[in-house]
């Protein structure tokens, strides 16, 4: 039988690319947007309706993870066999900004999506989107695995905790198919705009064409585990699609840090566009974007989802830098 999926959050760069891969694997999808006056459609406009049969196989409903009345009623209406919630406030700088609403959705927000499947079919499979940002940072714990003590720096990483928690709970009191993938840091050209790779990139294609001259950033000396969301959603599917309910960090195993984030792009831009960009000349360091709460390094240990699902990166951290310089140099925001 033909299974059929919800996804919230799915005008995202994660839910466009979940909703992607579905497609192709002949799921029926639908997605779960919120009532805006702004039409944030952009990532999934190309599914919509291109994609053959796209009437029938991918639809949009009006909902709110906040509002568990909606979510109910989509549930009843559509009856999923598994659900993947990418539903988030998910910028850390912003957190700090708006905690409440952070964590309402984040935190509260999850707990709705699953009590409300405990209520109308408790065998429906949840696919929950955690967080590297769990973890502290800590380069003594490094890398970090699903044994790694949680202990996180920011309002998101604190009611992300909360939902990761609450996710292993209702597992264990309800039996519930329930997973968390703890994802590291995952880009792609439908990044958002005011993380920093996006900032980076789009920086590097306006001073190439003259509209600026610098890129303004914090602190350059953050390392991340950088992977490609395309990659990162195939290892949400395969959890879904495992045995039994566990939780999976999926990384690349690779930190780079910011510093070196910029002096790739700089390099795939010189190389491609014949220009003579630097750190030292274009690069801004501003203590406005400095985090209160900085995490230093974020290094996945992802064995456990190689091991048991057979899921591993294709896109390496070079080829994701090129396509983002790329893709913000030939389309223009």
């Known amino acids: 039988?033909?299974?059929?999926?919800?996804?919230?959050?799915?005008?995202g760069q994660d839910g466009s690319y979940l909703a992607e891969l579905l497609l192709d694997k002949g799921y029926k999808v639908h997605g779960i947007v919120r009532r805006s006056s702004s039409f944030n459609r952009g990532r999934i406009e190309h599914l919509y309706p291109s994609?053959?049969?796209?009437?029938?196989?991918?639809?949009?409903?009006?909902?709110?993870?906040?509002?568990?009345?909606?979510?109910?009623?989509?549930?009843?209406?559509?009856k999923p066999n598994e659900i993947y919630n990418l539903a988030a406030q998910s910028h850390v700088q912003v957190s700090y900004d708006t905690p409440i609403y952070t964590g309402q959705v984040d935190a509260l927000g999850v707990l709705n999506v699953i009590e409300a499947v405990r209520i109308l079919n408790p065998s429906i499979k949840i696919y929950q989107a955690s967080t590297s940002e769990l973890y502290s940072g800590d380069p003594e714990q490094t890398p970090q695995n699903e044994n790694t003590a949680m202990f996180p720096k920011s309002p998101y990483g604190v009611a992300k905790l909360y939902a990761y928690n609450m996710v292993r709970v209702y597992r264990e009191a309800y039996g519930m198919f329930i997973s968390n993938g703890i994802l590291f840091n995952h880009e792609s050209p439908r990044r958002g705009e005011n993380f920093v790779t996006r900032k980076i990139t789009i920086a590097i294609a306006e001073i190439l064409k003259g509209k600026r001259d610098v890129i303004t950033l914090g602190n350059l000396d953050a390392k991340r585990d950088w992977g490609h969301a395309r990659d990162y959603v195939e290892g949400m599917w395969r959890i879904l699609q495992h045995d039994k309910p566990d939780d999976f960090v999926i990384s690349t195993g690779e930190t780079h840090s910011v510093r070196e984030f910029v002096q790739e792009a700089f390099r795939v831009a010189n190389e491609r566009y014949g220009s003579n960009l630097s750190i030292e000349k274009h690069v801004k360091i501003s203590d406005r974007l400095i985090r209160p709460n900085e995490v230093k390094e974020?290094?996945?240990?992802?064995?456990?989802?190689?091991?048991?699902?057979g899921w591993s990166p294709s896109i390496s951290f070079k080829e994701l830098v090129f396509e983002m310089v790329h893709y913000d140099y030939e389309h223009p925001s």
């Open 1 to 11: 039988m033909q299974k059929v999926a919800i996804i919230t959050g799915v005008t």
């Open 298 to 309: 974020l290094h996945g240990d992802s064995t456990k989802l190689k091991e048991e699902l």
């Open 51 to 78: 994609h053959e049969n796209v009437g029938s196989l991918f639809q949009l409903h009006y909902g709110d993870v906040s509002d568990i009345a909606s979510l109910i009623k989509i549930i009843k209406e559509v």
